[in-house]
């Protein structure tokens, strides 16, 4: 039920494979891949070319978060990197039914990424079209951030929205964190209604050894606070 995705964006650059195969072999569900463009965000890091690098290493679901603009022209060179997952902002492309269209017709799953002051709105006719909706919990563009205590009242809401639809429509869209998680607060943001939790700093930062165990405490550490949520709030 609850999802797990380190992002890579505060991993080791000089060992990522091993940075990649460690976490899952730790437990973690998703990799969490996070394209900046130095242009929609002030940061740049990593494109298509590292995706299908990875790919080749892990079965596990690779969760591509774009803060790039425009996002068209570069998601089917994600898709055939073998990306699973392809989320975008609004604000990043013209024509947002076609964009999450086009990221389902080349085979991936589809998601609406909503920065802190993004109203949830953008979602509203697009259910049918929808796999994730991931709300950012920080202003995008860097990684180990503090988390934004508004996005529990928006997580509230963006549940009831996702609810209100699954139960209609009989289809699951998982709703996502991302910024600032941390072993602290995940129980109280999975309260809230998340059920999948991105944590960069919160995994990769925990300790920069080489000891291969080292994400095994902090994903247990993790799931045991998740394991605190009741059942009724999942
Ligand atoms: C920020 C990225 C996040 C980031 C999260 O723009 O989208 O995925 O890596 O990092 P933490 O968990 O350190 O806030
Ligand atoms: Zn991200």
Redesign the pocket.
């Known amino acids: 039920m609850y999802f797990i995705a380190p992002?890579i964006?505060?991993a080791n650059f000089t060992r990522l494979g091993e940075e990649i195969t460690n976490v899952i072999d730790a437990g973690a569900d998703w990799i969490?891949f996070?394209v900046?463009d130095n242009h929609y965000?002030p940061?740049l890091t990593i494109g298509p070319l590292v995706c299908e690098a990875i790919r080749p290493l892990t079965k596990a679901v690779i969760d591509v978060?774009l803060?790039v603009k425009p996002v068209d022209r570069i998601i089917p060179d994600f898709a055939k990197a073998g990306a699973n997952v392809i989320t975008f902002h609004p604000e990043a492309s013209e024509h947002i039914d076609r964009s999450l269209s086009l990221i389902r017709e080349c085979g991936c799953q589809a998601g609406l990424v909503f920065n802190p002051a993004t109203p949830l709105e953008h979602m509203d006719y697009v259910m049918d079209k929808l796999d994730v909706v991931l709300l950012?919990?920080?202003?995008?563009?860097?990684?180990?951030?503090k988390?934004i205590p508004a996005t529990l009242d928006k997580l509230r809401k963006a549940r009831a929205k996702i609810d209100a639809y699954q139960r209609e429509s009989g289809r699951r869209i998982r709703l996502e964190v991302?910024?600032?998680?941390?072993v602290d607060n995940i129980a109280e943001i999975a309260r809230a209604g998340a059920d999948t939790f991105?944590?960069?700093?919160?995994?990769y930062?925990a300790a920069k050894d080489s000891d291969p165990q080292r994400y095994n405490s902090i994903i247990a550490a993790l799931r045991a606070e998740l394991a605190t949520v009741p059942v009724a709030a999942r």
């Not at 991105?198 to 995994?203: H, N, Q, R, W």
Request: proline share 3%; charged share 10%; net charge negative.
């Open positions: 992002s964006l505060s969490h996070d900046m965000v940061n978060h803060m950012m919990s920080v202003n995008p563009g860097f990684g180990g951030q988390f991302d910024g600032g998680v941390k991105v944590a960069g700093s919160a995994v930062g």
